[in-house]
């Protein structure tokens, strides 16, 4: 079965270091997103790509950068954890039309101490 | 820009109740999608429910439903004999192009 997975579950890290967060989908999808989830504030938009070498800002995307090399992976850098980017963080596919279902990974709970 | 509000942080209702969950948005397009997201203890997230703006029939499944009032943009959900599986957040989102944008979730407790 087509799936997306998202690694590591969970991690702790201190300010200051970079951190990648991985995503990887088999669906063959061309959008992949990646959101975070704050307490009362849904799940906001870090960056998202709509195909191979597609990568574009979402709401909050300062201190986060994307690459997208294959049609597979849409791996989400933290440049410098700060504090504030503590949150849990989702990464979603979607076929390319409008209106489809988009399935997201079991997120990773990040921690930045 | 597009924004999604769920004005009701927490709710609970009596196992086999009948509960509705409030969703409005702020859009000016004319042809969209709405959805309903599942989210239990597990974090998984489950579509649970999909309605296109275009079409006047609320959408249903099994024991969810949708009262969809396109003109006053408000789509909320309503879940009928409700289980102690449906305690979960859950998360109202709005769809024009390719992403998706999320209000700030409810909250239900099905209490046994």
């Known amino acids: 079965d087509a799936e997306i997975t998202q690694s590591p579950r969970h991690k702790i890290t201190e300010t200051g270091r970079q951190v990648t967060l991985a995503c990887h989908q088999t669906?063959?999808?061309?959008?992949m997103f990646w959101y975070r989830q704050d307490l009362g504030h849904g799940l906001r938009l870090i960056h998202y790509s709509y195909g191979v070498q597609d990568t574009n800002k979402g709401e909050v995307s300062d201190g986060y950068s994307v690459s997208r090399s294959n049609t597979e992976d849409l791996p989400l850098t933290l440049e410098s954890a700060a504090s504030s980017q503590t949150s849990v963080y989702f990464c979603?596919?979607?076929?390319?039309?409008?209106?489809?279902?988009?399935?997201f990974g079991q997120g990773t709970r990040l921690t930045v101490v | 820009a597009q924004t999604v509000t769920q004005s009701q942080p927490e709710m609970s209702v009596q196992e086999a109740e009948t509960v509705t969950l409030s969703c409005t948005y702020d859009t000016s397009e004319n042809n969209y999608y709405l959805f309903w997201y599942k989210q239990p203890p597990s974090r998984q997230m489950i579509l649970v429910i999909r309605q296109e703006a275009y079409k006047q029939q609320n959408a249903t499944e099994n024991r969810f439903s949708v009262n969809f009032q396109k003109a006053a943009k408000s789509f909320s959900l309503k879940i009928s004999d409700s289980q102690l599986g449906d305690t979960a957040m859950y998360f109202c989102a709005y769809n024009a192009g390719n992403m998706l944008t999320f209000g700030g979730g409810t909250r239900l407790m099905v209490k046994p």
């Open positions: 669906w063959n999808h061309n959008n």
């Open positions: 979603a596919s979607s076929a390319g039309t409008t209106g489809t279902e988009a399935f």
